[in-house]
């Protein structure tokens, strides 16, 4: 009898602990039952132009650097992980040995220790002709880039081809990038030589 009784206790109190748990779990959130409302997606950018056009990406991209945009930058380019894409990178033939295999993450740390290690980042690209095809676009541009410090001021220069595909919400976003000397620079002016400086 007496094994019973204490059964029963036990019994008893390990009922009112499930119960007490229950209720406890129940009363420090919401409504467990209820809907949530959907929230609007996070733009990451008030800079963010929708870049339907090449020469909007290529804003995007400018914008990113002269206001250090990390977010900004990264949507300029396809997203490795939510498609069966991988970015490429060609770099110019001169340094292109140094750089291995880049990627899309060596892309984006670059980004980071340039606008970390600079004060001012002035990127301009020059004029161009898009090439349309399909859904994609090819774009052969000019660039110079200024790196400025308290100290010192570094140029950089060449000619980028970028190849834009137009994503599923009909946004263009770069897919890949090659790098070239022009007449006028040296192999150690290039965007592949500074990419070797900081990645």
Not at 47 to 53: R, S
Request: hydrophobic share 40%; aromatic share 18%.
């Amino acid at each position: 009898m007496f094994i019973s009784e204490k059964k029963s206790k036990n019994l008893r109190t390990f009922f009112y602990l499930i119960c007490s748990f229950t209720y406890l779990f129940l009363i420090s959130c919401a409504n467990p039952f209820e809907t949530r409302q959907v929230e609007t997606p996070d733009q990451g950018s008030d800079n963010y132009i929708l870049p339907t056009l090449p020469g909007e990406l290529l804003d995007n991209i400018i914008i990113a650097f002269d206001t250090k945009d990390f977010i900004l930058y990264a949507k300029s380019f396809r997203d490795t992980l939510a498609s069966d894409f991988y970015f490429y990178y060609v770099g110019d033939i001169a340094n292109a040995p140094f750089l291995g295999h880049w990627t899309i993450t060596n892309e984006l740390s670059h980004f980071s220790l340039l606008t970390k290690n600079y004060n001012d980042v002035d990127l301009q690209f020059g004029s161009f002709v898009p090439e349309f095809l399909g859904d994609s676009v090819n774009v052969r541009v000019p660039y110079e880039m200024t790196l400025a410090n308290e100290s010192k001021e570094d140029r950089f220069n060449g000619e980028a081809l970028f190849k834009m595909k137009y994503s599923q919400f009909a946004y263009l976003e770069i897919v890949g990038w090659e790098d070239f000397q022009t007449a006028e620079t040296s192999g150690d002016s290039t965007w592949t030589f500074l990419r070797t400086l900081y990645f």
